[in-house]
């Protein structure tokens, strides 16, 4: 549907770009013509993906702010330039918020919510704020209502809407916008990562579903491809569901319950 020269000329980084959502952005870009790098922390698993895309990869884990520098410096060294980032990489794991222990909640925070801060502020500084143009899609969630059964993750996401705000005002000056992407459930490699009980849930969350059906990783793609091209030129700070409507009529409690169940009987 889009121009298939597009993203001609256009580096773009993609995190999280070997699995799931993320590849199928780093895929879409390439199809319609960009110069593509993925980053993940798995070198190997990223390699592979890197070599079925056909695309340039440098492994880095977000939440080390020594490696997002590295990955900074490798673009500028291999591709002079970085057009695009997607803040896609993140991950966390049900649980009731009284059960979540320090670590737990560290970790999440680390990754979905300081990860996204480190990556777009080094990107901003060596790429776009010289250059005066980037672009900036974040991959959250659908927090809409909180997030029952993902306390740590709500808030990160949560976290990275707002930060989408702030920054796209701050750095509007120097042409860069910023928005984000909030997935509702979308049949990807990530579901996989959950127990077999959290599964089951996501059958009934799929025939709740207003359109009856979850999202796909090609739907996310599309409007990651949207926001970072100029049919969305005068579009910055915002957020776009893609959730088939679950953010004003999904049951929000119906995952919590699920786990309530298998922890306390
Ligand atoms: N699927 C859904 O229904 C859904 C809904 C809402 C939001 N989301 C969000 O959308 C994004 C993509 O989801 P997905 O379904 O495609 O999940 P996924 O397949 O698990 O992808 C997550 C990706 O992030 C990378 N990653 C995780 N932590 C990282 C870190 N610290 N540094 C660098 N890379 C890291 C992983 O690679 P490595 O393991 O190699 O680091 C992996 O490629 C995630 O942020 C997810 O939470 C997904």
Redesign the pocket.
Known sequence: MYQKDLFKDKIVLV????????YAIAEQYIDLGATVII????EE??AEAAAALKCDYKA????NVDEVEALADYIKTNHSRLDILVN?????FPAPAELINPKGWAAVIN??LN?TFYMSQQMAKTFFIPQKHGNIVN????VFRGFPGMAHTGAARAGVENLTKTLAQEWAEYNIRVNAVA????E????E?YPDQIKAFFDEARKANLMKRFGTVKEVANTVMFYSCPLSAYTSGTTLYVDGLDHLAGNGMAMYATMKKMIYG
């Open positions: 995190t999280g770009g070997r699995s799931g959502i993320g980053a993940s922390r798995k698993q990223l880095c884990n977000i939440r896609n990489a993140g991950g966390q990754n979905n990860g991959i959250i969630a659908n997935p509702g459930i979308i990807s490699s990530g579901l990562t």
